[in-house]
């Protein structure tokens, strides 16, 4: 599957969907750069989606297209809005919408973006321990 984006497209995009500002440079050894963008189909329930791209404009999903990582965090166990950031000591975290109606996150580590493992939902409390 290829993508081709005009440069208007992808400004507008990266202003409106936060999902062309989860790109990130990924560099591997002997390899040229590239970007790196996380997205969803349908509403996440099949969970992690990646595409890479050398130039911004034309872009490749991973895969074919299918999914590289199930949810399994929250109670609608879904993956929307995935966002992938590179650490400085080169782990790749994630954090994800589990549910339209959960107040909670999704997160997942690694040091390889392909190969996430088993995902979880840390929980999120507010000042009295509760769900905000």
């Known amino acids: 599957m ?3 984006l005009s440069k208007a497209l992808l400004t507008a995009v990266s202003v ?4 062309a500002a989860n790109a990130v440079l990924a560099e591997d050894s002997g390899l040229e ?5 996380s ?3 349908g509403n996440g329930e099949d969970g992690l989606h990646l ?5 911004g404009y ?13 949810p399994a965090a929250g109670r ?3 993956m929307r809005d995935p966002s992938v950031v590179q650490g400085s000591d080169g782990t790749f975290h994630m954090v994800w919408t589990v549910s339209w109606g959960e107040r909670g996150i999704g997160y997942a580590w690694s ?6 493992p088993a995902n979880r939902s840390p929980g999120m409390t507010g000042p009295r321990g509760r769900v905000p």
């Open 58 to 70: 034309v872009w490749r999903a991973l895969k074919g297209g299918q999914s590289l990582l199930k």
């Open 111 to 116: 040091k390889d973006p392909l190969a996430f």
């Open 51 to 55: 595409a890479h791209s050398r130039d």
């Open 33 to 37: 750069p590239h970007l790196l963008l």
């Open 2 to 4: 290829q993508i081709r």
């Open 16 to 19: 409106v969907c936060p999902l």
């Open 39 to 41: 997205y969803f189909t």
């Open 76 to 78: 609608d166990q879904l």
